[in-house]
């Protein structure tokens, strides 16, 4: 079941990032992203990472979606009415491509745990005993905040010059 339950929320997720980059109405995109977002939530609760699923909706999926919408609106960008590629043989298209795409990434990723890719990950004891030592938040900040702090101030960053390059843009239509 569980398996079952990853190819869905893959197939979510591959199909709402490819509607995210052809959809021609930005609210639909924006819905795409949310889907894909709420996607996602669902995979780490599936690989038991219950604080970042939590974070996921709540932070992404809640305050930036509507930071997104906020911008959507100040632009006056949704009054795109004419059909996108969500409509008929499209959708059923991407979801198959979706599907697909995921089937060939869970089989390449199955293995014996000798995969290069499994290298970086501690497996589930290494994470038990960072879990116990560091608890859930713990093992998500040090990294965070030591390892990946400049990544995470550019994002920061990078969100509030887009922000701050909408009000420009909406300002110069006023």
Same mark, same amino acid.
């Given at each position: ?8 929320f893959a197939?979510?997720v591959? &199909? &709402? ?12 995109s924006?819905l795409?992203?949310l889907?894909?977002?709420f ?6 609760v ?42 008929g043989?499209?959708?059923i298209?991407a979801?198959?491509v +979706? ?10 990723l199955?293995?014996t745990?000798?995969h290069?890719l499994y +290298?970086f ?8 005993a960072?879990l116990?030592?560091r608890? +859930?938040?713990?093992a ?6 030591t390892d ?8 920061g960053i ?5 922000l ?11």
């Amino acid at each position: 079941m569980v398996d079952l339950l990853f190819y869905v929320f893959a197939a979510v997720v591959l &199909g &709402g990032g490819i509607g995210v980059v052809l959809a021609r109405s930005p609210v639909g995109s924006l819905l795409f992203m949310l889907a894909t977002l709420f996607a996602m939530a669902g995979i780490f609760v599936l690989f038991e990472a219950h604080f970042l699923a939590a974070i996921q909706v709540m932070v992404y999926a809640g305050a930036i979606m509507v930071l997104f919408l906020f911008v959507i609106m100040l632009l006056n960008l949704g009054h795109d009415f004419r059909k996108d590629f969500t409509h008929g043989a499209g959708m059923i298209a991407a979801f198959a491509v +979706a599907g697909l795409l995921a089937g060939l990434l869970a089989r390449q990723l199955r293995g014996t745990g000798d995969h290069p890719l499994y +290298a970086f990950f501690p497996g589930p004891e290494g994470m038990d005993a960072l879990l116990a030592e560091r608890g +859930a938040v713990g093992a998500i900040a040090h990294p965070l905040f030591t390892d990946y702090v400049v990544a995470f101030e550019l994002t920061g960053i990078l969100l509030l010059m887009a922000l701050v390059g909408a009000i420009a843009i909406a300002k110069q239509r006023v």
